[in-house]
């Protein structure tokens, strides 16, 4: 059986592509290329179905969540809320699993971040 080899690309639509694009380098440090080619970082990627009438990606309206996996959860939290992003105030502790925290990018969507344990 032929199978997949891992994420391929992440597509969403958007009022301001450039914009949007911006912030997430800018905030995120996410450095595309002019294509949108983004070399990342080798290590694990969770694939997983919510039930469809979960809260957890925050407004019911978004049908998928992006997940950034990061090094130092606190410093990346701490960076985004500098450059005046929308920060979910708590964040999530999960034995064996890791940190989680939350920001908005600025056309309203949730992005989880994880801090692999």
């Known amino acids: 059986m032929e199978r997949v080899l891992g994420i391929g690309g992440y597509f969403l639509r958007s009022a ?16 595309a290329d002019v294509n949108g ?18 809260d957890y990606f925050g407004s019911p309206a978004q049908q998928v969540m992006l997940n ?6 606190d410093a990346m939290l701490a960076q985004l809320r500098a450059k005046g992003a929308q920060v979910a105030e708590q964040t999530q ?7 989680f925290g939350w920001v908005t990018d600025p056309e309203g969507n949730r992005i989880e971040l994880w801090q692999p344990a």
Do not use: I, K, S
């Not at 950034?68 to 959860?73: A, G, I, T």
């Not at 502790?93 to 940190?99: H, I, L, N, Q």
């Open 16 to 31: 301001d592509p450039a914009a949007l694009g911006a912030w997430y380098r800018d905030c995120l440090g996410l450095d």
């Open 37 to 54: 080619l983004w070399r990342q970082e080798g290590g694990p990627t969770v694939f997983a179905p919510f039930d469809a009438d979960t």
């Open 68 to 73: 950034f996996r990061v090094r130092d959860l």
């Open 93 to 99: 502790d999960m034995a064996g699993v890791g940190r």
